[in-house]
């Protein structure tokens, strides 16, 4: 149990609830940020969209494998991400890569070329990664 600060109230709280907390904020963050979208930096190229196609695609096969932890804990499969915790719940993995999608698209929206072609490629590298592992650990895509 840990005490947080959340609108101005003192709250004891547990660590899923704070979690909780942390994904609400983000999204209703996400939610007030949607209409400045209009407001992008550059012109998308084909490039960047298939940078994108594939970034999005990535992030929701990890998300698959991420989601096949839940099923297989009692294998001793556990999460690393610090965000998640060792042994998220189903809700919360889909309302991180959820957030972690919309993020992803928004962000790209709002950079330069340049700047979008550096950042899709490195979410490229990470979810390739992070793939790479789970599929090396034995986990499956598990919608």
Same mark, same amino acid.
């Given at each position: 149990? #840990?005490d947080i600060f959340v609108l101005g109230v003192l709250k004891h709280t547990?660590?899923? #609830?704070?979690? #909780?907390?942390?994904?609400?904020?983000?999204?209703?963050?996400?939610?007030?940020?949607?209409?400045?979208?209009?407001?992008?930096?550059?012109? +998308?190229?084909?490039? #960047? *969209?298939?940078?994108q196609v594939l970034s999005t695609g990535l992030q929701i096969i990890d +998300?698959?494998?991420?989601?096949?932890?839940?099923?297989?804990?009692?294998?001793?499969?556990?999460?690393?991400?610090?965000?998640?915790?060792?042994?998220? !719940?189903? @809700?919360?993995?889909?309302?991180?890569?959820? *957030?972690?999608?919309? !993020?992803?698209? /928004? /962000?790209?929206?709002?950079?330069?070329n340049e700047g979008r072609k550096w950042w899709l490629s490195s979410r490229?590298?990470? !979810? @390739?990664?992070?793939?790479?592992?789970?599929? @090396?650990?034995? /986990?499956?895509?598990?919608?």
């Amino acid at each position: 149990m #840990e005490d947080i600060f959340v609108l101005g109230v003192l709250k004891h709280t547990s660590e899923i #609830e704070v979690k #909780e907390v942390i994904m609400k904020t983000l999204i209703i963050i996400l939610i007030l940020l949607f209409p400045l979208s209009s407001n992008a930096a550059d012109k +998308w190229t084909k490039t #960047e *969209i298939g940078l994108q196609v594939l970034s999005t695609g990535l992030q929701i096969i990890d +998300w698959g494998t991420t989601l096949d932890i839940v099923d297989r804990e009692d294998e001793g499969y556990y999460e690393l991400n610090p965000l998640l915790g060792k042994h998220p !719940s189903k @809700g919360a993995i889909n309302t991180y890569f959820a *957030i972690s999608v919309a !993020s992803n698209i /928004l /962000l790209s929206h709002f950079l330069s070329n340049e700047g979008r072609k550096w950042w899709l490629s490195s979410r490229i590298i990470i !979810s @390739g990664y992070l793939i790479n592992n789970n599929y @090396g650990v034995g /986990l499956k895509v598990n919608f």
